[in-house]
């Protein structure tokens, strides 16, 4: 093991000089160097990003899979880099419930045959399913997941060293204060003539100072060394390093006043490559800070290619669904004849209604209906046709709808009418009856009132 001891030293060294300088930021003891506000509103606004990009990215996950404990396996696996295994969705499980629950019950009885139904439905739903949250993981997912681990790690690296660096330049600039300060301050002491008797003896604790090889100075060293003398009071007369000088009170140094002069030298020194490296770090900083721009518009785009594919999902439901309705709907009126067949809620307003052509495309209704009678007997006649003793309803229309044919009846919005159903009719089609007017009506155009 390599242990440099000096290194660890220095990096100790620099570690309590940055706390120091930090501790003392903290309570208003030291000036701290500012950024510019248009580096300041940088930082702000990168922070904002990858905060929001975190909540987003719990969310959509949460989204995609409800369950924690699958979300906390599929994490364990992109840890451990293995390939998370094919899991069963709601949809497909419920799908097998269903066809199981078909055959031991009785795949040839009404309840059976529903239940073969729903079944394959739900496994068209399951499967839809499972290709939305794969699509969504890899247009979606994955890029913001590349960012809060890739480039925003990156950015934070080095705003971390730009701190540094901000604490290392203030750190120069209290040394060099403070060098300065003690210089002026030595410059405004006046030297003292020599106070001293000519014939002086040195005391005993004088002398025990002194080592082997050191002998009392004699008159002309010291006048040579120190020409301002000595200062009152002196507790012994020996030369001493001007550290014990300054802090004994007892000389007036002109080395002193050097010495203060080369601090002050070294201090700006210092002070000149710590700006250097701070502004260096600084630009590398803001580079990185500027290209949270690019990491937007790469967001935009996965964005966009995430609401594509929720609306392909949610276009496969509402086709499945729609088939499965058919169906159901075709064999109800089988089992169940005279049942009268709608909706009482409100359904969505169509995008457009300003053609037949663009409302069926748009709205979630049923194909058009040749005729009143199933497939294979005569189509009966609208005038033919009379209300049933009981089983008629009022409706209040919520959007206007033009008539396709002479079979259907246009509507107004806000108008009402009356409504019933015959056997073997379109579950999504009613009869609709305005004063001497009859014709067939789409249910979701309708209110139901009870």
Same mark, same amino acid.
């Given at each position: 093991?390599?242990?440099?001891?000096?290194?660890?030293?220095?990096?100790?060294?620099?570690?309590?000089?940055?706390?120091? %300088?930090?501790?003392?930021?903290?309570?208003?003891?030291?000036?701290?160097?500012?950024?510019?506000? %248009?580096?300041?509103?940088?930082?702000?606004?990168?922070?904002?990003?990858?905060? !929001?990009?975190?909540?987003?990215?719990?969310?959509?996950?949460?989204?995609?899979?409800?369950?924690?404990?699958?979300?906390?396996?599929?994490?364990? /696996?992109?840890?451990?880099?293995?390939?998370?295994?094919?899991?069963?969705?709601?949809?497909? +499980?419920?799908?097998? /419930?269903?066809?199981?629950?078909?055959?031991?019950? #009785? =795949?040839?009885?009404?309840? @059976?045959?529903?239940?073969?139904?729903?079944?394959?439905?739900?496994?068209?739903? @399951?499967?839809?399913?499972?290709?939305?949250?794969?699509?969504?993981?890899?247009?979606?997912?994955?890029?913001?997941?590349?960012?809060?681990? @890739?480039? !925003?790690?990156?950015?934070?690296?080095?705003?971390?060293?730009?701190?540094?660096?901000?604490?290392?330049?203030?750190? *120069?600039?209290?040394?060099?204060? $403070?060098?300065?300060?003690?210089?002026?301050?030595?410059?405004?002491?006046?030297?003292?003539?020599?106070?001293?008797?000519?014939?002086?003896?040195?005391?005993?604790?004088?002398?025990?100072?002194?080592?082997?090889?050191?002998?009392?100075?004699?008159?002309?060293? !010291?006048?040579?060394?120190?020409?301002?003398? !000595?200062?009152?009071? &002196?507790?012994?007369?020996?030369?001493?390093?001007?550290?014990?000088?300054?802090?004994?009170? *007892?000389?007036?140094?002109? $080395?002193?006043? $050097?010495?203060?002069?080369?601090?002050?030298?070294?201090?700006?020194?210092?002070?000149?490559?710590?700006?250097?490296?701070?502004?260096?770090?600084?630009?590398?900083?803001?580079?990185?800070?500027? @290209?949270?721009?690019?990491?937007?518009?790469?967001?935009?785009? *996965?964005?966009?290619?995430?609401?594509?594919?929720?609306?392909?999902? /949610?276009? %496969? *439901?509402?086709?499945?669904? +729609?088939?499965?309705?058919? %169906?159901? #709907?075709?064999?109800?009126?089988?089992?169940?004849?005279?049942?009268?067949?709608?909706?009482?809620?409100?359904?969505?307003? =169509?995008?457009?209604?300003?053609?037949?052509?663009?409302?069926?495309?748009?709205? =979630?209704?049923?194909?058009?209906?040749?005729?009143?009678?199933?497939?294979?007997?005569?189509?009966? &006649?609208?005038?033919?046709?009379?209300?049933?003793?009981?089983?008629?309803?009022?409706?209040?229309?919520?959007?206007?709808?033009?008539?396709?044919?002479?079979?259907?009846?246009?509507?107004?919005?806000?108008?009402?009418?009356?409504?019933?159903?015959?056997?073997?009719?379109? =579950?999504?089609?009613?009869?609709?009856?305005?004063?001497?007017?009859?014709?067939?009506?789409?249910?979701?155009?309708?209110?139901?009132?009870?």
């Amino acid at each position: 093991m390599d242990f440099n001891m000096k290194k660890l030293a220095s990096d100790a060294g620099i570690f309590f000089t940055r706390a120091v %300088q930090f501790t003392e930021e903290k309570f208003g003891q030291a000036e701290k160097t500012e950024l510019d506000a %248009q580096f300041e509103n940088l930082l702000a606004r990168a922070d904002s990003t990858k905060n !929001w990009t975190e909540k987003i990215l719990r969310q959509t996950e949460v989204l995609l899979q409800p369950n924690p404990s699958a979300r906390v396996e599929e994490f364990l /696996y992109e840890k451990l880099d293995r390939k998370v295994p094919s899991r069963v969705t709601n949809g497909e +499980l419920l799908a097998q /419930y269903m066809a199981e629950a078909a055959s031991e019950l #009785g =795949p040839t009885t009404p309840y @059976g045959k529903t239940l073969i139904k729903v079944a394959e439905a739900e496994k068209r739903l @399951g499967a839809a399913e499972r290709d939305f949250i794969h699509t969504a993981s890899i247009n979606f997912l994955t890029p913001l997941r590349t960012f809060l681990e @890739g480039d !925003w790690k990156t950015i934070s690296k080095e705003r971390r060293l730009l701190h540094n660096r901000r604490l290392d330049l203030d750190a *120069c600039k209290a040394r060099l204060k $403070k060098a300065k300060a003690a210089e002026a301050k030595a410059t405004t002491v006046p030297d003292f003539q020599e106070t001293r008797p000519r014939n002086y003896i040195l005391s005993a604790s004088a002398s025990a100072t002194l080592d082997d090889t050191s002998r009392p100075p004699s008159w002309a060293e !010291w006048k040579e060394d120190y020409p301002g003398g !000595w200062r009152r009071p &002196c507790f012994f007369l020996v030369p001493l390093n001007p550290s014990v000088t300054r802090a004994r009170g *007892c000389l007036s140094l002109p $080395k002193d006043r $050097k010495l203060w002069n080369d601090e002050a030298d070294k201090a700006e020194q210092e002070l000149r490559v710590a700006q250097t490296e701070f502004d260096r770090q600084a630009e590398v900083t803001r580079l990185l800070l500027e @290209g949270i721009s690019s990491t937007h518009v790469n967001h935009l785009r *996965c964005l966009h290619e995430f609401v594509e594919s929720q609306t392909t999902y /949610y276009a %496969q *439901c509402y086709r499945h669904m +729609l088939d499965l309705q058919k %169906q159901l #709907g075709s064999s109800q009126g089988a089992i169940f004849p005279g049942t009268f067949v709608g909706t009482t809620e409100p359904a969505s307003p =169509p995008l457009s209604s300003t053609s037949p052509t663009t409302a069926a495309a748009t709205m =979630p209704v049923g194909p058009s209906v040749a005729g009143l009678a199933p497939p294979g007997e005569a189509a009966l &006649c609208l005038e033919e046709v009379a209300p049933p003793a009981s089983g008629t309803r009022k409706a209040r229309v919520l959007y206007d709808y033009e008539a396709a044919d002479s079979s259907e009846l246009a509507l107004l919005a806000d108008e009402l009418i009356t409504v019933y159903s015959l056997p073997g009719m379109d =579950p999504d089609w009613l009869i609709g009856e305005r004063g001497n007017k009859k014709g067939k009506v789409p249910v979701t155009y309708l209110e139901l009132l009870s």
